[in-house]
């Protein structure tokens, strides 16, 4: 992206951001209500999707858009959120269909299933809106793949919200393809866009695990297509475990986000209402994030500033979530000595926050990510094997120790 477009990106994307602040989300469905209703078993964290990461031609308008996405719990009745949060301009959908996908594009058409909007098979979500498709009965099993196709009547191509980071190939065509059982000549990109998030009717005990963080919980580093991001591979151990196996993780992870300000999507202090505590049966929450905002600063008396900031944002999120009954467990950053983060004031920085969220008493309960993945050798380093090769996102063995680092009983009081 060239510096002038990415500086009016920037700017567009601050300003709407605080233009969102305090607006009421509107649709065919109240986003309010009981959150023991229902919980979250997939979801991604939405953003302006930056100009580099829109749809390639054909495009979303008069097209047809796959994508496929893994939940963590299973459930047998189900609905879909759809985002519209970042653009000015109404998207009209004409037609959303769900099935068990079977590899690529490819789709179980016995599995197909319509889903409706106040009993209508469109809807038009308004600008800066959010909706919820109508309940649908449909037996989605733990760890499982859905494809959900979406056929868009109108759209602005220009702004467009959604998440880049999808590290899952989405598959787009020209015209009415919702039901076709292979999407044969699609165009592959590696994004998601307009969906939100998909809730599990919810009986008494089950409920959510809200990760929030950066690139590194987003999945950098991972393999596309095998849902091997810490946040995944957690997920598969909570499902091994009958103690933990009712609870749905939603990743609200976005790549290149930061804490404080700056970063790629409304900072983490702006996006915590909605990705946390408006999130449905949220009952905990892991905060992953400020290697972005440590990363973005110089000299001395910045990357001091920044650690202290940083402090203040986590206890200010704490407070927030405590007063939605929402447990807090904060998670050290990772070392990122090797990478182009690398300094020493930089790396202080790091030290600073890292032993504040050990030893000061305000976490719920600290899960030491540094200590699972560093270098004992060389401890402001990765470990080789959990190195993705920049020295600063991990591989998915580096996201394996990152899973198996989180004490599951933190989940089971």
């Avoid at 068990?100 to 979500?125: E, W």
Wanted: hydrophobic share 40%; with cysteine; aromatic share 8%.
């Amino acid at each position: 992206m060239k510096m002038k477009n990415l500086i009016l990106f920037v700017i567009f994307t601050v300003c709407l951001a605080s233009l969102l602040v305090g607006c009421v989300s509107m649709g065919s469905n109240s986003l309010q209500g009981k959150q023991s209703d229902w919980i979250v078993t997939w979801g991604a964290a939405q953003q302006l999707t930056e100009p580099n990461n829109l749809p390639p031609p054909p495009g979303l308008k008069y097209s047809t858009l796959r994508q496929v996405i893994h939940v963590s719990t299973g459930g047998s009745r189900l609905r879909f959120k759809f985002s519209n949060l970042f653009s000015i301009d109404p998207v009209v959908i004409e037609a959303v269909h769900v099935a068990v996908s079977k590899g690529g594009s490819s789709i179980d058409s016995q599995s197909d299933t319509a889903l409706t909007f106040q009993g209508a098979s469109s809807i038009t979500i308004p600008p800066r809106g959010e909706i919820y498709s109508d309940p649908f009965d449909f037996n989605v099993k733990p760890l499982s793949e859905l494809a959900v196709s979406i056929y868009f009547f109108e759209l602005n191509n220009r702004a467009i919200t959604g998440h880049p980071g999808s590290r899952t190939t989405s598959y787009i065509i020209s015209g009415d393809a919702v039901s076709d059982p292979e999407m044969s000549g699609a165009t592959r990109v590696e994004h998601w866009y307009i969906l939100a998030g998909l809730e599990a009717a919810s009986p008494p005990g089950r409920a959510t695990l809200v990760i929030v963080g950066d690139s590194i919980t987003d999945g950098r580093g991972s393999t596309t297509n095998k849902n091997n991001r810490w946040p995944d591979q957690l997920a598969r151990r909570m499902q091994a475990d009958e103690k933990t196996a009712d609870i749905g993780i939603y990743n609200a992870g976005i790549g290149g986000n930061a804490v404080l300000r700056g970063g790629l999507g409304p900072s983490l202090l702006t996006r915590v209402q909605r990705d946390v505590i408006d999130q449905q049966g949220v009952k905990w929450l892991i905060v992953m994030e400020g290697v972005n905002d440590i990363g973005g600063v110089s000299g001395k008396a910045a990357a001091d500033n920044v650690a202290k900031q940083l402090i203040e944002a986590y206890e200010s999120i704490i407070t927030m979530a405590h007063k939605a009954s929402i447990n807090v467990y904060g998670a050290t950053i990772t070392p990122f000595g090797g990478s182009f983060y690398d300094s020493p004031e930089r790396e202080q920085a790091r030290q600073t926050v890292n032993e504040w969220i050990r030893t000061g008493k305000k976490f719920d309960a600290v899960i030491d990510m540094d200590q699972a993945v560093r270098d004992p050798k060389n401890p402001s380093r990765l470990l080789k094997k959990a190195d993705s090769g920049d020295h600063l996102h991990l591989s998915p063995e580096g996201y394996r120790l990152m899973a198996d680092a989180v004490d599951l009983s933190l989940f089971q009081n």
